[in-house]
Antibody
Framework: QVRLQESGPGLVKPSETLSLTCTVS????????WNWIRQPAGKGLEWIGR???????NYNPSLKSRVSMSVDTSKNQFFLNLRSVTAADTAVYYC??????????????WGQGTLVTVSS | DIQMAQSPSSLSASVGDRVTITCRAS??????LSWYQHKPGRAPKLLIY???SLQSEVPSRFSGSGSGTDFTLTVSSLHPEDFATYYC?????????FGQGTKLEIK
């Protein structure tokens, strides 16, 4: 069974960097797109971006200037960094695997999410 | 960005009811449309991909239809465990976008 688990600080100060890790178990991290998605309280889901195991990335333009993602295949982990955070970045952050079938891709496995609060 | 609009935003129904949730895209997404079920504190669960394909181990009471801009998710007969929030999501182009969610509550 594939499992994803987010980890990282639950509290980040304004203007600092939010850093999260997603650890994948039950399957190799190789040859998939790995995604970060967030949900502010009372709001909808927002796709932050994705990274392929080769290191290729796609980011949401709304966050592109502040986001970076990386992957460590030896540890079966991938990472999110979001710089210069504000209160608007307070959200539950999810990691998810995108399964590609032909030209279709969809999020077939998700982590349970981790709440990150931006506050001084 | 492609905007996804779901309706209704909330829905009250009873066990055994048939319910339908609608998702409309601001431009054609062909069949690049997925549906997810989300319960508080849990990982979202993929139900439907490619607009109408049932994900493995998802009960057959769930079905999806549509293409282009208009899509529906139908639950043919609600079970108690089906009360949750449902989201549509397009993967036609990045940035991928979600509907705002439909909260399905027990009447």
């Amino acid at each position: 069974q594939v499992r994803l688990q987010e980890s990282g600080p639950g509290l980040v100060k304004p203007s600092e960097t939010l850093s999260l890790t997603c650890t994948v178990s039950g399957a190799s991290i190789s040859s998939f797109y790995w995604n970060w998605i967030r949900q502010p309280a009372g709001k909808g889901l927002e796709w932050i971006g994705r990274i392929y195991t080769s290191g290729n990335t796609n980011y949401n333009p709304s966050l592109k200037s502040r986001v970076s993602m990386s992957v460590d295949t030896s540890k079966n982990q991938f990472f999110l960094n979001l710089r210069s955070v504000t209160a608007a970045d307070t959200a539950v952050y999810y990691c998810a695997r995108a399964y590609v079938s032909g030209s279709y891709d969809y999020f077939d496995y998700w982590g349970q999410g981790t709440l990150v609060t931006v506050s001084s | 960005d492609i905007q996804m609009a779901q309706s209704p935003s909330s829905l009250s129904a009873s066990v055994g009811d048939r319910v339908t949730i609608t998702c409309r895209a601001s431009q054609s997404v062909s069949s690049y449309l997925s549906w997810y079920q989300h319960k508080p504190g849990r990982a979202p669960k993929l139900l439907i991909y490619s607009a109408s394909s049932l994900q493995s181990e998802v009960p057959s009471r769930f079905s999806g239809s549509g293409s282009g801009t208009d899509f529906t998710l139908t639950v043919s007969s609600l079970h108690p465990e089906d009360f949750a929030t449902y989201y549509c999501q397009q993967s036609y182009s990045t940035p991928y976008t979600f509907g705002q969610g439909t909260k399905l509550e027990i009447k």
